[in-house]
T-cell receptor, first 108, second 117 residues
Framework: GIQVEQSPPDLILQEGANSTLRCNFS?????LQWFHQNPWGQLINLFY???GTKQNGRLSATTVATERYSLLYISSSQTTDSGVYFC??????????FGGGTRLMVKP | GAVVSQHPSWVICKSGTSVKIECRSL??????MFWYRQFPKQSLMLMAT?????????EQGVEKDKFLINHASLTLSTLTVTSAHPEDSSFYIC?????????????FGPGTRLTVT
């Protein structure tokens, strides 16, 4: 099956800093989603982005499908951005395959 | 829109008993619902996929007789953990997709934390 790798696995930032999270996948995809899992376990949809670039406030994402990677940019980070960021893809069928996640801690 | 609820949020049960977890789509019709399991500090692992009115499709290694899934309507799916054992303790999360969204796009419930004593 398709492999999804995220980097870095852990990231510590000072409040106000910017960061880039990366997601590499091993095959073509028909869906790519970025999620934020908050400390209570809820997964929050950030982007549906199988290709192209999108922005939502301080967050933006770019997927280059031909090169099999996606990037999530967080600007001016806040303590509430802490949590785990997951990239997940589908290629055959409708089943999402998740990456290992990036655990982000933003310090005040 | 795209709100998915789960009930209960957490449950503690004794070994050998059964536990039912409900997953509801509150503001859309869910053509497909998914059940995931997540261990501490790990990623989500898909357990099964269910379509309304059809039998669930289980992933390899998931015991269908232990994890019973019912998707009786376009807004409700249930996961029953039968004869629970301590190793079944985990965080169970459901998700749903529907006609209102992008193809294959999923929205997730808040999860149910199961502890088996």
């Amino acid at each position: 099956g398709i492999q999804v790798e995220q980097s870095p696995p852990d990231l510590i930032l000072q409040e106000g800093a910017n960061s880039t999270l990366r997601c590499n996948f091993s095959d073509s995809v028909n869906n790519l989603q970025w999620f934020h899992q908050n400390p209570w376990g809820q997964l929050i949809n950030l982007f549906y982005i199988p290709s192209g670039t999108k922005q939502n406030g301080r967050l933006s994402a770019t997927t280059v499908a031909t090169e099999r990677y996606s990037l999530l940019y967080i600007s001016s980070s806040q303590t509430t951005d802490s949590g785990v960021y997951f990239c997940a893809v589908t290629n055959a069928g409708n089943m999402l395959t998740f990456g290992g996640g990036t655990r982000l801690m933003v310090k005040p | 829109g795209a709100v998915v609820s789960q009930h209960p949020s957490w449950v503690i049960c004794k070994s050998g008993t059964s536990v039912k977890i409900e997953c509801r789509s509150l503001d859309f019709q869910a053509t497909t619902m998914f059940w995931y399991r997540q261990f501490p500090k790990q990623s989500l692992m898909l357990m099964a996929t269910s379509n309304e009115g059809s039998k669930a499709t289980y992933e390899q290694g998931v015991e269908k007789d232990k994890f019973l899934i019912n998707h009786a309507s376009l807004t409700l799916s249930t996961l029953t953990v039968t004869s629970a054992h301590p190793e079944d303790s985990s965080f169970y999360i459901c998700s749903a997709s529907g006609w209102d969204f992008h193809t294959y796009e999923q929205y997730f419930g808040p999860g149910t934390r199961l502890t088996v004593t």
